[in-house]
C-alpha cells in the first residue's frame, strides 16, 4: 500500500490549558502515513516553537491560524485551507472540537478521522472514530451507520522512537532507585513539584529521580531550582526528545493518567498514575483494576504519594508482575493499523 500523494491534514491544538498530548499522539499517526509515502499537514493554534519543530522535522507543512475553536474565525481559516487539499484526509484531537465542527469538515466531502477518550459527545459524524483506550470498548458511541469504530489498546499510537525499542527488556532490581516524573506536557498546577516532594521523604539509600518538564510547562524555572536544592539527586529535562530512553533508565514512573500511560505500558515500566483530569479517571482506573499500574487521585496529599512509591520500590515481585502485564498490553502496530483502516477498512494483521 503507497500512499504518494495523498494527503492527511491534522486539526489539533496545545497549550498551558489543554496541555500537549493531542499533538503529540497525532505526530505518530503523522509518521506512520508518511512511512507509507503519503503527505501530511497540520492546522494549529499552538504556539510552541519546540513542538511544532517536531512536526516540521517530519517535513510536515504547517498552518499557524490565531484563535482555537470556539472562535468562529477558526473554522473560517480551517475551511480556506481544507479548499488546497480536496478529498484528503482530516484527523480532529482534541476536546473542544463538537458536533458543529465535525458536520462542517464533512460538508467539505473531506474523510473524517476524529480522536476521542472518553464518548462527552451526544453523536459523532466522523467516518473513523478512534479510542486507543484500555476502557473503550465500553463506551457507548451515537454515530453515523457509516462510522467505523476502532476501539482499545490494539490502536495505540506510539511514535517512531518507541518502536525502536520493541525489544527492550525491562530489568526488575530488587530494590528500585531510578524514579522518572513525568506529568505531562504543561502541568499548569504543578503537579510535578508535589511528587519532588514526596521523593525528599523516601527513605532509599541511593535514590535518584529524572524530571522531565514539558514545552508548555511555565513552571520550569521553580521546578529546576527546586532540584537544585533537593536532598537526593534530580535530573531535570526540559522538552525531552528521547522518552524511551530515559524510560529504559528508570526503575519506575510517576506519571500523569495521559496518553503517556501507553508509551510506560509498551515499555515495561512499572507506574505510579496520578489522576490529574477528569477525563483520566475511567481510564486510570481500568489501569488499576487490571493491575498494569498503580493509581492516586492527585489530590491525595505528599504522604500518600509518598508511602506508594516506597511500596514500589521495596516491592520487587509487584513490579515485575506490573511490568509483565503492561509490556504485553501494547504492541507496536497501532499507528500502521490505523492508517489500513483509513486506507482499505481492512485490518492490519
Known amino acids: 500500500m503507497n500512499l504518494r500523494g495523498e494527503y492527511l491534514i491534522f486539526r489539533a ?3 498551558t490549558q489543554i496541555g500537549s498530548g493531542h499533538l503529540m499522539r497525532c505526530l505518530a499517526l503523522a509518521q ?10 497540520l492546522i494549529t493554534a499552538c504556539q510552541n516553537a519546540g513542538l511544532l519543530q517536531r512536526f516540521s522535522d517530519e517535513k510536515c507543512i504547517i498552518h499557524l491560524i490565531p484563535q482555537a475553536y470556539p472562535a468562529l474565525s477558526d473554522w473560517d481559516n480551517v475551511k480556506n485551507i481544507l479548499n488546497s487539499y480536496p478529498g484528503a484526509w482530516v484527523v480532529l484531537d482534541g476536546y ?3 458536533e458543529t465542527y465535525q458536520k462542517c469538515i464533512k460538508v467539505t466531502e473531506h474523510k473524517l478521522l476524529v480522536i476521542d477518550d472518553m464518548a462527552h459527545l451526544r453523536h459523532y459524524y466522523a467516518d473513523i472514530v478512534l479510542n486507543q483506550n484500555l476502557q473503550a470498548e465500553r463506551f457507548q458511541y451515537s454515530c453515523e451507520p457509516y462510522t467505523c469504530l ?6 495505540v499510537l506510539l511514535r517512531r522512537e518507541f518502536i525502536d525499542w520493541v525489544n527492550n527488556k525491562t530489568e526488575i532490581p530488587a530494590i528500585a532507585r531510578r524514579v522518572l516524573v513525568t506529568m505531562g506536557g504543561s502541568d499548569s498546577e504543578n503537579y510535578t513539584l508535589k511528587v519532588i516532594q514526596a521523593l525528599q521523604k ?36 526540559r522538552d525531552a526528545r528521547d522518552m524511551p530512553k530515559l524510560m529504559a533508565w528508570a526503575d519506575v514512573a510517576v506519571s500523569a493518567g495521559g496518553s503517556t500511560c ?16 477528569d477525563n483520566q479517571k475511567a481510564n486510570s482506573e481500568a489501569l488499576r483494576d487490571t493491575r498494569m499500574a498503580l493509581v492516586l487521585d492527585i489530590t491525595s496529599g505528599v504522604t500518600k504519594i509518598r508511602l506508594l512509591l516506597q511500596e514500589l520500590l521495596q516491592n520487587r515481585e509487584l513490579r515485575k508482575n506490573m511490568s509483565q502485564v503492561a509490556g504485553t498490553a501494547v ?5 500502521q493499523r490505523i492508517v489500513a483502516h483509513m486506507m482499505t477498512n481492512v485490518d492490519f494483521a
Open 13 to 15: 491544538d496545545a497549550s
Open 32 to 41: 506512520a502515513w508518511k512511512e507509507k509515502g503519503g503527505e501530511v499537514s
Open 96 to 98: 473542544h472540537f463538537d
Open 150 to 155: 476502532l476501539l482499545g489498546m490494539k490502536y
Open 202 to 237: 523516601v527513605e532509599i539509600p541511593g535514590l535518584e529521580a529524572t524530571v522531565v518538564v514539558g514545552a508548555s510547562n511555565i513552571n520550569a524555572d521553580i521546578l529546576e531550582a527546586t532540584a537544585k536544592r533537593s536532598r537526593i539527586p534530580i535530573h531535570l529535562i
Open 262 to 277: 501507553w508509551e510506560l505500558a509498551f515499555m515495561g515500566l512499572p507506574s505510579i498514575i496520578l489522576v490529574i483530569a
Open 331 to 335: 504492541d507496536r502496530l497501532g499507528a
